[in-house]
């Protein structure tokens, strides 16, 4: 079965480092991009950037570029959004998707989410 | 960076009634890269159109998009009780790709 398998939820204090995943199978992970969608509560959804697994080539949005760091392991079919220091403002559901590839970049498949709550 | 206008922001009808989502950009982008998704209350969104008006795959033709250059469509045809959702556009031709804020359709 071709699917985006995400990290459970995350709990954390300002200031603390994280790191969240996006496992994929089913298909050759390193032919497609993986992007990363924010949705803050009650919110809508927005593009934070996408990776290419096979040469980790990054593209981000200018909203979050400097704020996270996405990176990808080839040899575990799995990427990675990051954060050095965590704000409240950071608390939303982060989900991974995979868009179809050049020039579609539509997400045709969705990962389920990783919840991070970032709370004093 | 386009802006995507969604509108109404909720929508009130009963089963078995049309629903006609609009979805309007700040300015035009490539090749009417536009796409519908739908999003149900704890679950990740579901790609529904792409291409402005090619369904996806397993997606039924109850649903069906239309539109060019700043304005598309979302339309269905016949709401059934799965399809109360949210659902959101997303523009695909320009970089930073962009989603609509979201229309609601909810039941009346």
């Known amino acids: 079965e071709v699917q985006l398998v995400q990290s459970g939820a995350e709990v954390k204090k300002p200031g603390e480092s994280l790191k969240i995943s996006c496992k994929g199978s089913?298909?050759?992970?390193?032919?497609?991009?993986i992007g990363w969608v924010r949705q803050m509560p009650g919110k809508g959804l927005e593009w934070m950037g996408i990776?290419?697994?096979?040469?980790?080539?990054?593209r981000y949005s200018p909203s979050f570029q400097g704020q996270v760091t996405m990176s990808a392991d080839k040899s575990s079919s799995t990427a990675y959004l990051q954060w050095s220091s965590l704000e409240a403002s950071d608390t939303a559901m982060y989900y991974c998707?995979?868009?179809?590839?050049?020039?579609?970049?539509?997400?045709?498949?969705w990962g389920r989410g990783t919840m991070v709550t970032v709370s004093s | 960076e386009i802006v995507l206008t969604q509108s109404p922001g909720i929508l009130s009808l009963s089963p078995g009634e049309r629903a006609t989502l609009s979805c309007r950009a700040s300015?035009?982008?490539?090749?009417?890269?536009l796409s519908w998704y739908q999003q149900k209350p704890g679950q990740a969104p579901r790609l529904l159109i792409y291409?402005?008006?090619k369904r996806a795959t397993g997606i039924p033709d109850t649903f069906s998009g239309s539109g060019s250059g700043t304005e598309f469509t979302l339309t269905i045809s016949r709401l059934e009780a799965e399809d109360f959702a949210v659902y959101y556009c997303?523009?695909?031709?320009?970089?930073?790709?962009?989603f609509g804020q979201g229309t609601k359709v909810e039941i009346k």
């Open positions: 998707a995979r868009p179809t590839g050049y020039p579609h970049w539509y997400f045709d498949l």
């Open positions: 300015q035009g982008f490539s090749n009417n890269y």
């Open positions: 089913g298909y050759n992970f390193t032919s497609y991009w």
């Open positions: 990776i290419y697994p096979g040469d980790s080539d990054t």
């Open positions: 291409g402005a008006s």
């Open positions: 997303q523009q695909y031709g320009s970089t930073p790709w962009t």
